[in-house]
């Protein structure tokens, strides 16, 4: 073997054992155990008890964000079916409809979904404290979102975060312009 | 010496220890008490549970930080008491379990949302 194809081989060898490290960094890095997160006491004798992140959500649906899971399809694929309420008397409501807002901004237009939303929380946890319910009404700032307030109550927090813009800007304002009447 | 700078930079780029997304370190009473800070994690609790029943029937205010939860209350059956309860979750006399977090850890929600200035959550 002359010197050039044995420093090829090794090269190639080099950069396998890189890929097969980035792969393993990559399977191990998407949640954190417990015991390694920087929040959980490592010497509690209790921590073996508690679930591990990957246990939990490995099996669900990925995301590239946040939790890494897609939490709403896994709540309409079934791969989890988290209880609606807890007394018995409590009335479960969940509502359909869209609503386009901020339109015709230097951004696509936000669809606000009714249906994922009201499938996790309930009417009274936006309304009427953090939006009126009437569309139109709502004065909404990317800025005070940012800052935890309206969305970003949640979204930043524990729903996906605020450097997905395209999921909410997700409609091109051009679809929303009426289309020209036809020619005389 | 070449190979030690190689093992710094690696170092350096190497992601810090990070709390799962939507865990809230609670430590409102606890620390002073002479127990662990209570973790919170989020993703654990929709698996089984979706938003609405936590934040709507059982009155927790949907901001990290509102909530003056009294352990005697959740005895009582109230807030984290309307599950941990020996019936539908482990009861309040399991301390370890929930007040599992590092002695002297910031109160508040963390985890990573990488946009986590300027807010406040």
């Avoid at chain 2, 008491?81 to 020996?86: L, R, S």
Wanted: charged share 20%; net charge positive.
């Amino acid at each position: 073997m002359d010197r050039r194809s044995r420093i090829r081989g090794v090269r190639c060898l080099a950069a396998a054992a890189c890929l097969l490290a980035g792969l393993a960094w990559a399977a191990t890095s998407l949640w954190q155990r417990l015991e390694q997160d920087g929040i959980h006491d490592p010497k509690n004798p209790a921590i073996a008890l508690l679930q591990q992140p990957a246990e939990a959500l490995a099996p669900l649906p990925r995301d590239t964000a946040g939790n890494m899971v897609r939490w709403v399809a896994a709540l309409e694929s079934g791969a989890i079916n988290p209880r609606t309420n807890i007394l018995p008397e409590t009335e479960v409501r969940v509502r359909d409809d869209d609503i386009i807002v901020a339109k015709y901004g230097s951004l696509p237009a936000v669809k606000f979904p009714h249906r994922p939303h009201t499938l996790w929380l309930d009417c009274s946890n936006c309304h009427e404290h953090l939006f009126k319910s009437k569309a139109g009404a709502n004065r909404l700032s990317m800025m005070a979102i940012l800052n935890g307030e309206q969305c970003g109550v949640c979204h930043g927090a524990v729903a996906f975060p605020l450097t997905e813009c395209n999921r909410c800007h997700s409609v091109p304002n051009a679809s929303l312009l009426r289309a020209a009447p036809p020619p005389r | 010496m070449k190979h030690i700078a190689l093992l710094l930079a690696l170092a350096a780029v190497a992601p810090a220890p990070m709390a799962e997304y939507g865990d809230v370190v609670i430590d409102k009473r606890s620390s002073a008490a002479g127990v662990r800070p209570v973790i919170f994690p989020h993703w654990f609790h929709r698996i089984r549970f979706r938003c609405k029943v936590c934040h709507h029937e059982l009155g927790f205010k949907m901001r990290a930080g509102a909530n003056d939860v009294l352990m005697s209350e959740i005895v009582e059956g109230k807030f984290c008491g309307m599950c941990h309860n020996d019936r539908v979750a482990w009861g309040g006399d399991r301390c370890d379990l929930c007040h599992s977090g590092k002695p002297g850890l910031k109160p508040g929600i963390v985890g990573g949302a990488q946009t986590s200035g300027p807010g406040r959550w």
